[in-house]
């Protein structure tokens, strides 16, 4: 194989995916000295459009399907009994309940505890039907009715814990924008960290109702979970921009310009964050479904898996584009970019001219090269004359 030596090289400079002591660049470093990057601010009407869409399905889905809400929220019946639990638990004791033969009994949950304890939820049930179902699964478990607890959930308190999440979730988002503005001093980071948030609230909701999954307290607790996860991932990059962005006005480059490189030098890290944190929470998920059935697990999984990885897009692309388009839109940042639009072009035309003037001074050379050679070569054919 013949050797071909490099531009770089035959040029004597040291090749951009190279160090100093000639030691090859890795991805991350590249794109966080900006030698390569991707244009995620550019193709921001792109990104919008596709949130735009998966938000439309998901609030169809919402609108359309609705949640499968847990007895906890809509009020129903508990029972609990001892029993040895094995792979065939969950089956067996479903299908005993359900073979009482009572109405309404399709949506009836039954969950494992510990490997001694199973709980089967139903929907509310009258002092008849609860004798039939406890005796079902008395006679299942292989002991006395007595041994087998009962508690009627209302759905009044279910609804106080509705009534107290929304009022949670709307406490958090107050507190997460003055957070945020006080820390960055800009509210235009506030509102696009808070249409992230509520962008991977959707998301996460609507994959429930596209699924089916129960909603459960679990299912609330993972949803808080991913939202400060959410929020963790879009400071971060937000960070790296209010880092870019110091001393704009001086720099050579445009808010959006700075705040894709910011994009570029946290996009590995974040990455890498994402993979790690859904890695085991996907081995949570597929435990609670495949091997468990249902239960909190699964619930809990479920609301993690889709807010984690919903949170680390939306912290690329949406939050970060959404706040370089209304930076844009500030006078300071309309004149910087028209000062920076005005300098280049008069660079362009310097550059215009100076290869014009080339040109023009390598056609004199030529000239003057043509004069000369016709004047030798009249000497020398007056010579053979």
Avoid: C
Wanted: hydrophobic share 45%.
């Amino acid at each position: 194989m013949q050797y071909v030596p490099s531009d770089e090289q035959l040029s004597g400079e040291t090749p951009k995916n190279v160090d100093s002591h000639g030691k090859k660049l890795g991805l991350a470093h590249r794109l966080y000295i900006g030698d390569i990057s991707w244009d995620f601010i550019g193709h921001r009407k792109l990104f919008f459009a596709i949130s735009a869409a998966m938000l439309g399905i998901a609030l169809g889905a919402l609108v359309l399907m609705g949640l499968k809400l847990g007895i906890e929220f809509k009020g129903g019946a508990d029972f609990s009994a001892p029993m040895a639990v094995n792979a065939q638990t969950v089956d067996t004791v479903r299908d005993a309940v359900q073979g009482t033969k009572l109405a309404d009994l399709d949506s009836t949950q039954v969950l494992t505890v510990g490997s001694n304890e199973v709980k089967v939820q139903t929907r509310t049930l009258t002092p008849d039907e609860v004798t039939k179902v406890r005796a079902a699964i008395a006679k299942t478990a292989g002991t006395t009715n007595d041994k087998v607890t009962y508690s009627l959930i209302g759905a009044s308190w279910g609804k106080q814990i509705t009534a107290k999440g929304v009022q949670a979730l709307g406490v958090f988002m107050v507190l997460v924008s003055l957070l945020i503005w006080a820390y960055f001093r800009d509210w235009k980071m506030s509102i696009a960290a808070i249409v992230a948030l509520v962008h991977d609230l959707i998301l996460t909701v609507g994959i429930y109702a596209l699924v089916g999954f129960t909603v459960t307290p679990a299912t609330l607790i993972g949803v808080l979970t991913i939202l400060g996860y959410s929020l963790y991932d879009t400071v971060v990059v937000f960070d790296k921009v209010k880092e870019n962005v110091q001393g704009l006005t001086g720099q050579r480059r445009t808010y959006s310009e700075a705040a894709n490189m910011a994009v570029n030098q946290v996009l590995v890290r974040s990455l890498n964050t994402t993979i790690i944190g859904v890695l085991p929470v996907a081995a949570l998920l597929f435990a609670g479904v495949a091997v468990l059935g249902s239960g909190p697990l699964m619930d809990l999984g479920l609301a993690l898996f889709v807010g984690m990885i919903a949170g680390a897009y939306s912290s690329i692309f949406i939050a970060t584009p959404l706040l370089a388009w209304l930076k844009e839109k500030e006078p300071a940042m309309k004149e910087h970019r028209a000062k920076l639009e005005r300098s280049s072009q008069r660079s362009a035309s310097r550059n215009t001219e100076a290869a014009a003037a080339t040109v023009g001074a390598q056609a004199a050379s030529l000239t003057d090269a043509g004069r000369t050679q016709r004047t030798r070569t009249t000497r020398a054919t007056r010579k053979n004359k």
